[in-house]
């Protein structure tokens, strides 16, 4: 792991006002030595109800960032207005998260020669939508993704994964109710990208577990973080 790392605040600047606001908060996490060495940069998205202070979110950029990678972390419109309840539409998502992506061009000595794009949830939704319209992206992860709504595997909606090309890693819990196995492996079999699958044993959709559980969330957090770097580790070094 590298020594030490910073993390500094940015202001992500939208193409246009969206809920009156002309920025998004964003956190960036810089290694030591950036940018010698590989140059990899992994932007993460939050879900829905929540935002960029997430404590899985924050787990994932520390621990990432701390192993040399660039990290972003960053709000979506509603989170940063603070409508936490409800999310924006796909077209304000996608346009949040571009915007953000744009940070990483800020300096053009310094630019990421690979991108891995995901996030939690909603977020990952939107990152598999943007690798879907030909974003070129060299990993994307979907932590908890939201096949279909809550209960209802018979509405699973998984056409966004079949047109994504990029590697994709799949970390769902087994009590997700928004993502059914049988519907997520039944849908796995028609994606045409690489893809790998990783169980983590009695966390929701958010990645807790219930008290009765002999593992506690940071613990969770913790094994999430493992299985994403090591996937990290075996595409791309």
């Known amino acids: 792991m590298e020594p030490s790392a910073t993390y500094e605040k940015v202001d992500i600047q939208l193409p246009e006002p969206i809920h009156g606001l002309n920025h998004l908060g964003g956190v960036l996490g810089i290694p030591e030595w950036w940018p010698t060495g590989e140059r990899i940069a992994i932007v993460f998205a939050h879900a829905s109800g929540s935002s960029h202070e997430d404590p899985l979110i924050s787990a994932l950029a520390t621990a990432l960032t701390e192993r040399g990678y660039l990290t972003l972390r960053f709000n979506f419109p509603f989170a940063e207005a603070g ?65 279909h709504p809550q ?39 028609r994606v045409g990208a690489p893809i790998e699958l990783y169980d983590v044993a009695d966390a929701d959709s958010n990645f807790t577990v219930p008290r009765k559980c002999a593992r506690t969330n940071e613990q969770v957090h913790a094994e999430v973080c493992g299985v994403l770097a090591n996937w990290i580790e075996r595409r791309l070094l």
């Open 83 to 147: 409508k936490r309840s409800t999310a924006d539409s796909p077209v304000l998502l996608e346009r949040g998260y571009r915007a953000a992506l744009n940070i990483l061009g800020r300096d053009p000595t310094s630019l990421p020669a690979r991108l891995i794009v995901g996030g939690v949830g909603l977020g990952g939704r939107v990152a598999a939508g943007l690798v879907a319209d030909r974003l070129q992206a060299d990993g994307l992860f979907l932590l908890g993704f939201p096949l």
């Open 151 to 189: 209960g209802k595997p018979e509405k699973s909606d998984p056409d966004v994964l079949f047109r994504a090309t990029s590697p994709t890693l799949f970390v769902q819990g087994t009590r997700d109710r928004r993502c059914e196995p049988a519907a997520l492996r039944a849908a796995l079999r």
